[in-house]
């Protein structure tokens, strides 16, 4: 996920259903970090070492498949990569926002009847709205696509290797 576009390790973990633990674990190895207790740190290896060898090896392998398929079948694996690209996009489409619940409201199937439940709800349980992005916002997004696209186009160029027509001649023995 780190290595591809469009994909995210979060989703991922979320997805396998580890998303949890790896959070939980992080959770509390930075308590334990916090309170110097090295004993609870250790027993977290068990997540933390499978983890890293998962990553390291998905870096690896997956790096090494994308130059294998850009050098086999460039094109098709340039737009499997755009796919992926786009899929993201639209997962972010149609936009939303969190809304506050009032007493009285059903939030995850139970109605809200007081102002303690209401407290108590987690903000990402939250119903949610579309909105409309103002035209600031939409400025604002297409303005940094035109920066991703000038700084792509940039080092693209500066990568680029130099025409036959524009290496410097040989200064001949002539003019001494």
């Given amino acids: 996920a780190m290595v591809l576009p ?16 790896i959070l939980g674990a992080v959770d509390e190895a930075r308590n334990a970090v916090a309170d110097r207790r090295w004993a609870d740190l250790a027993s977290l290896m068990h997540v933390f070492v499978p983890l890293g060898l998962g990553i390291a090896a998905g870096i690896v392998g997956v790096s090494n498949v994308m130059k294998l398929l850009l050098r086999q079948f460039e094109k098709a694996t340039l737009g499997v990569l755009a796919g992926l690209l786009l899929g993201a996009v639209v997962g972010l489409w149609p ?16 109605v809200i009847e007081s102002a303690e439940q209401l407290a108590e709800v987690d903000p990402s349980d939250w119903p949610t709205e579309l909105f409309t992005p103002t035209p600031g916002q939409v400025v604002a997004s297409i303005g940094l696509i035109a920066v991703g696209l000038a700084v792509t186009w940039g080092i693209s160029w500066l990568g680029r290797p130099p025409s036959k027509t524009s290496r410097a001649r040989p200064v001949s023995d002539e003019s001494e």
Avoid at 11 to 17: P, S
Avoid at 95 to 110: H, I, K, L, N, Q
């Fill in 6 to 21: 469009g994909l995210s390790g979060a989703y991922l973990l979320l997805v396998l259903g580890q998303y949890e633990t």
């Fill in 95 to 110: 936009f939303r926002r969190g809304v506050e619940p009032e007493v009285g409201d059903s939030v995850g199937g139970r």
